[in-house]
């Protein structure tokens, strides 16, 4: 078989490239980073006429300049990736500035492809595209395609593969800039050719136009190299001449001379029947962003989305939670009590159930957002909030970061500070990275979930909403404090498509919510797998010292004897095993499977009655029920006494672990909300991932339980908690909300803005932040005496 | 619209055509109505904002049709070579364009 073929996918964003990659590679896909960025990469492969293909899907651009970090990534693949051809994907329907970027592609050398893509919806328009014209004009294989159906995907594959085995690799000039510019262009390209410059397989005349264009990243490729100085004097008196000639600058004059050219092609290949005619997508625009309604109705989206996040995803999420559980108690029932059984159940099942078990919420939102950005709504957000975010320092742009942060909670900072990279203006795109952390990331909604439903339970998406607007008020206002004080200068242009409405294909929606949603459970299998133990160990180490721990053993043998040294209980329980026997009774009766009721003691039977266990098989006896009732009052007051003595030496154990000593040190610092040393420990917990918070406080309390069968969920037991209530849940759920960013954030903060000190800043100003919100919180409620 | 603003933006137009700009009869897009459209005339503005808007095809000669303004006003919906975009009204205004008609 012969080599395989590198085919690079190009085009604009919103022209169909995701759909056709799709199309060409199906399930076989893979997606990555692009080296040294944090850019998504997709790749995937497919086999056409016995040739392995292997197809690169460019980032969407809608020009190949050095604009955007996108446009530098897909113009450096071309280069130096050396493809063996270029799949241009165009948006048939919307040609002319489509082919803007196809132009450059075709001055660059490379052999291109051109998918005449979503045809359909250009005829639906009456747009008529005579691609054989298409291709004499443009000297390239030319093939209609709709993406969505699979139309022409065949074929353009075979025009692929017969142009990389049998086409010549043929400098292009299909533009002529005319006399002066040719001239001295030629000037330029003669100079690269006599020093043997070669950049990849790229013509030395698209090296020219871009040193003329003044393209900074070209001429750094000439660095180090004999006759570089000579080749930049030389663009430079050309830049000079040429400006002086026309009155403007020569990028300018490149670009006006391109879409000259197109303009002329397009009069030749394209016939449009109904110029002015009224599409579909504008008139469902008149409603949508409509002064009057469209606000409304960006409301009730949103809210929708929470309804269907949290309600939608309900029924899947309790039955994680139920099979975590089922898991826990299936091992704790397996293997023998010790140090091992602690760490898989209390620390690993319990820690990552914790977070799995929210896996299907997180899809849920990844669906309600990839719809919002497949049919073009989220443009449209965009559009109608750009004058708010603006007040704040901000950026329309920056409505996708915030969103993607979980601007609709259940986003992730960390591909929301990423697609600040479309963010030309380096301050706005700083002050966005550096307040997309306090958005309601996917990670803080267990936290919020856990408490909600512990707390409010009957108003689960009103708070949720609350929640949200809580967090936009505090990212726009820290947005606008920054704007001011650190970062203080004049916005930066809002350039933005607005996309024709598009109804998503179901498989696009899928594969993208699923990519999303893998990323998240990855990072839950393994950071937070390792997490959890490390918290595990925090948690269980160092173990309370021999002598202490014996201290309490012998208090708690010594009230067992007490309590069987009275008569009446001596009378039912010969032995302290016979003691033992029936609290396991007991527990069973309390957890309702009691099987082998018939099997006990008729005493124990009747003391369970007694007790107020209720069963049909509890016999009454009536001869001895004043007897059983005072015995019942012992026996109480001994298992009250006994359960006390347990706990007061769990809690003494675990402070004494590390975990216990920063979370008592901090009980200081958190004094003033009430914050208990558990929740410390999972604050510290959560400086490395928010999930871990849930699943610390999860391993703080269930580390607190005798038996894991007693153990009831941990909503049930915070609400038992002494100490907790409705204020402390919501003092908690905002300082969750604003303090540090998670490690992983904070790691691509220090990446993205290129300065550590950034991401410094971000853990400082945050923790600082969450302390004063949560400090105003709790004091306000308690003044006005509110949930306490 | 030979007024004095547009005088002003000229002055600081890095495109070197601070005569043609003055050229009477040119008004700015930011100054166009819903449903109006006209020609683009010059693109003002820094290097990197024309160059990026003429990469979006506002170029000299192209056909602009305003199609709304966001609810706040602020900013514009335009049609330009048969697709729609967005800019704030005040980078409008360095589009300098033709004296507007109703669209049809």
Redesign the interface.
């Known amino acids: 078989m012969d080599e395989k073929i590198v085919l690079a996918l190009a085009g604009n964003p919103n022209a169909g490239k995701t759909t056709l990659f799709n199309a060409l590679t199906g399930a076989r896909q893979h997606v990555g980073n692009w080296p040294g960025v944090t850019v998504e990469k997709k790749e995937g492969t497919l086999k056409h006429s016995n040739r392995e293909i292997h197809v690169v899907d460019l980032p969407g651009t809608y020009s190949l300049t050095a604009y955007s970090l996108e446009e530098i990534i897909a113009r450096n693949f071309i280069v130096e990736g050396s493809p063996e051809i270029v799949l241009d994907v165009v948006d048939a329907s919307n040609l002319e500035r489509n082919l803007y970027l196809s132009v450059q592609l075709l001055e660059m050398g490379a052999k291109v492809v051109m998918a005449l893509n979503m045809i359909d919806v250009a005829e639906g328009r009456k747009i008529r595209v005579d691609h054989s014209r298409l291709e004499e004009l443009l000297s390239i294989p030319v093939i209609p395609t709709n993406g969505k159906k699979g139309v022409g995907i065949s074929e353009l594959l075979d025009r692929a593969v017969h142009e990389v085995e049998y086409s010549n690799d043929k400098p292009r000039s299909i533009i002529q800039y005319g006399t002066e510019i040719e001239e001295e262009l030629s000037k330029v390209e003669e100079k690269l050719d006599r020093m043997i410059f070669r950049l990849g397989k790229l013509s030395n005349r698209w090296i020219a136009v871009k040193l003329l264009e003044g393209d900074s990243e070209i001429a750094k490729k000439l660095d180090g190299l004999e006759g570089r100085d000579r080749i930049l004097a030389q663009v430079e008196q050309s830049r000079r001449h040429l400006t002086d000639i026309f009155a403007d600058s020569p990028e300018i004059l490149f670009t006006d001379a391109r879409y000259g050219f197109i303009s002329g092609a397009i009069k030749q290949s394209v016939h449009v029947e109904t110029a002015d005619r009224v599409h579909l997508s504008e008139n469902i625009d008149k409603v949508l962003t409509n002064r009057v309604l469209g606000p409304v109705i960006l409301l009730a989206v949103l809210y929708s989305v929470y309804l269907f996040t949290f309600q939608g995803s309900e029924p899947l999420v309790d039955s994680f939670e139920t099979f975590f559980k089922w898991l826990g108690n299936l091992v704790s029932d397996a293997m023998p009590e010790g140090m091992l059984r602690s760490l898989i159940v209390s620390g690993i099942i319990d820690g990552v159930g914790g977070v799995l078990g929210f896996t299907p919420l997180i899809a849920f939102m990844f669906l309600a957002i990839a719809i919002l950005e497949d049919t073009g709504y989220m443009a449209r957000i965009a559009f109608m909030l750009d004058r708010v975010l603006r007040g704040f320092g901000l950026h329309g742009a920056s409505m996708l970061a915030l969103m993607v942060s979980g601007g609709i909670a259940g986003g992730c900072a960390v591909p929301g500070i990423m697609a600040t990279r479309t963010m030309k203006e380096p301050k706005e795109r700083l002050v966005t990275i550096l307040v997309a952390p306090l958005m309601n990331c996917g990670a803080k909604l267990p936290v919020y979930a856990l408490l909600i439903g512990a707390f409010f339970p009957g108003g689960k998406a009103q708070i949720m909403f609350l929640l949200t607007i809580v967090s936009w008020a505090m990212a726009l206002t820290a947005a606008k404090i920054i704007r001011s004080t650190v970062l203080s200068g004049p916005s930066a242009p809002f350039v933005l498509e607005l996309p024709p409405y598009r109804i998503p294909t179901l498989r696009g929606l899928l594969i993208h919510t699923w990519e999303r949603t893998w990323m998240y459970v990855k990072k839950a299998g393994t950071v937070i797998l390792a997490v959890s133990i490390i918290i595990w160990a925090m948690m269980t180490f160092p173990s309370l010292p021999a002598e202490q721990a014996k201290s309490f053993d012998q208090r708690i043998s010594k009230l067992s004897s007490e309590f069987l040294a009275l008569p009446t209980a001596h009378e039912l329980f010969k032995t302290e095993g016979d003691l033992e026997d029936f609290e396991a009774f007991r527990k069973q009766l309390a957890d309702g499977k009691a099987k082998d009721a018939e099997n006990q003691k008729p005493e124990f039977l009747a003391l369970a009655q007694a007790l107020g266990y209720e069963s049909k098989k509890l016999k009454i006896d009536d001869s001895r029920k004043a007897a059983m009732a005072q015995l019942a009052d012992s026996y109480t007051r001994y298992a009250e006494e006994k359960n006390s003595l347990e706990n007061e030496k769990q809690s003494a154990g675990l402070k004494h672990t590390l975990g216990g000593r920063i979370g008592v040190a901090l009980e200081y610092v958190f004094k003033p909300m009430g914050f208990d040393w558990r929740t410390n420990v999972a604050l510290v917990g959560g400086f490395a991932a928010k999930e871990v918070v849930v699943s610390t406080l999860g391993t703080a309390y269930s580390m607190g339980e005798v038996n894991r069968k007693e153990a009831v969920s941990l909503a049930e037991r915070l609400k038992t908690e002494p100490g907790w209530n409705p204020l402390l849940a919501l003092t908690l759920i905002v300082f969750v909300m604003l303090y540090n960013p998670c490690f992983t954030t904070l790691v691509v903060i220090g990446r993205e803005s290129g300065k550590w000190r950034w991401s410094l800043f971000a853990m400082v100003y945050t923790t600082t932040l969450a302390y004063c919100m949560a400090f105003l919180v709790h004091s306000v409620g308690s003044l006005l005496k509110l949930g306490v | 619209m030979n007024d004095s603003t547009s005088q002003e933006k000229c002055s600081d137009c ?4 601070d005569k043609e700009c003055t050229v009477g009869d040119m008004v700015k897009l930011s100054s166009y109505r819903p449903g109006e459209k006209g020609t683009i005339m010059q693109v003002c ?1 820094t ?11 506002f ?2 000669g ?1 056909e602009v049709k305003v ?9 514009m ?1 335009f049609v330009i ?8 009204r005040d ?1 409008a205004g360095d589009i300098m364009m033709a004296r507007p008609e109703k ?2």
Do not use: C, N, W
């Open positions: 890095p495109a070197m055509i503005g290097p990197e904002f024309r160059l990026r808007l003429m990469e979006m095809g170029v000299r192209t199609i709304k303004y966001a609810p706040l006003s602020d900013p919906e070579k048969g697709y729609h975009i967005t800019l704030r980078q669209a049809a």
